[in-house]
Structures are given as structure tokens and as C-alpha cells.
């Protein structure tokens, strides 16, 4: 059974500051997504990522897949309000149609 | 713009009801998907339907049902309702996926409380 691990699961930080998630796994993935969701409604997709060690930028928000394919890490620079919510990794497999989702970061920002 | 829309956002049944919990979907997609969420264990598969008619068991499927008879709309049936299913339910849908590169898009989900 594959499984995702994200660490912290609660992080409260106050405004302007760095923050790092993460996302483990022993099992490999053939691509590895991230969710937003904020209270009241479905998560919504934030990024992809496919091949080994690549880096996406989505404006503050930075996500890298790890080089084995086994974990992945997001990043946001001078948090914001807005960047609350609860983030969630989940890990595609080749051929399967689900999702292995992760229990979820719940961030809170801190004006 | 896609859209996933769930009959209810909220609902209160009682222990033993038959409960049902429609989704549908208007982006003509292949997949669907149903998901409980509850604190700190994330989003956990109940059933996902690849097709009309065709329906897969996910990592929780007792207690559950699932009917699939058009291709925009997935319902999720409790048999008879238990306060252990109080949740929050999220049905998702996708395009088929070869490496998980599909988006799936979600509804806003529908809070149960089973008394």
C-alpha cells in the first residue's frame, strides 16, 4: 500500500515570514500533485510535477519533486493571509486512475 | 468553467437511515470519485467509477454504496446510516489518467452529521 506522510501537520506562523512542507513516501510516484482547500469547499489543484528533481514556481509558492520520485516539498516564501488553508500532497501512479492523497498541512498565516 | 456540484452541503440523518449523496459533473469526464475527509487523515477513497456502470472499491468501502447509471452523475449510498459515518464527503471527478497527471476537480463537499 502506498502511502503519503506530510509533516508538519498544523503550522501557525505570523505574516512575511518562510515556510517549508513536506511531502514522504518509501514508495515512488509517477507524478505528485499539490491541493489547496480552503474552509467550505474542494480542494482545488495548485500544481504537477513528473520528472525527478524538477522545480515549479507558482508566483511565492515553490514545489519540488524529490530526484527518486519519493517525496516533494513546498515552499512559500513571505507568507500572506491568503496563503491559508490546507494543503494537500497526493501521488499519481502509472496506469492506476486514483490518487493516494496525504492527511494534509493545515496552514495559518498571521496578519 | 468545470464544474463538480453536490445535492447537499449539508445534512443531518439518523442512525439507520438510508442516506443518499448525489455528485454531478458537467465536463464530460471518465472518472469519478468519492472521498471522505476527516481531521488529520486526509481524503480517503470510498469508490471511484472509471465508466457507466463500473465502480471500483477505494481503501474504505464498508458501509457503502455507489450507483453510476449516467456519466455526469455518481451516488454514494449509506445502507443504513451509523454515527462512525459522520464526515465530510467530497465527491471528485477527472479525465482519464495515465500517470496521475489528471486533474481531479472536486465539489464542495457535504457535511454529514449521522445522530
Redesign the interface.
Known sequence: TQLLE?SP?FLSIQEGENLTVYCNSSSV???L?W?RQEP??????LV?V?TGGEVKKLKRLTFQFGDARKDSSLHITAAQPGDTGLY?C??????????V????TRLTINP | DVK?TQSSRYLVKRTGEKVFLECVQDMDHE?M?W?RQDP??????IY?S?DVKMKEK?DIPEGYSVSREKKERFSLILESASTNQTSMY?C?S?L??????E???????TRLLVL
Request: glycine share 22%.
Open positions: 506530510q501537520q510516484f509517477s507524478s500533485q491541493y467550505g469547499e474542494g480542494p482545488v489543484l504537477t513528473v494537500l497526493a501521488g499519481g501512479d502509472q496506469g492506476a486512475q486514483k490518487l492523497f496525504g492527511q494534509g | 463538480v472518472n470519485f472521498y488529520g487523515l486526509g481524503l480517503r477513497l471511484f472509471y477505494g467530497l471528485a477527472s482519464i489518467t495515465y500517470r496521475g497527471l486533474t481531479q476537480y472536486f465539489g464542495p463537499g
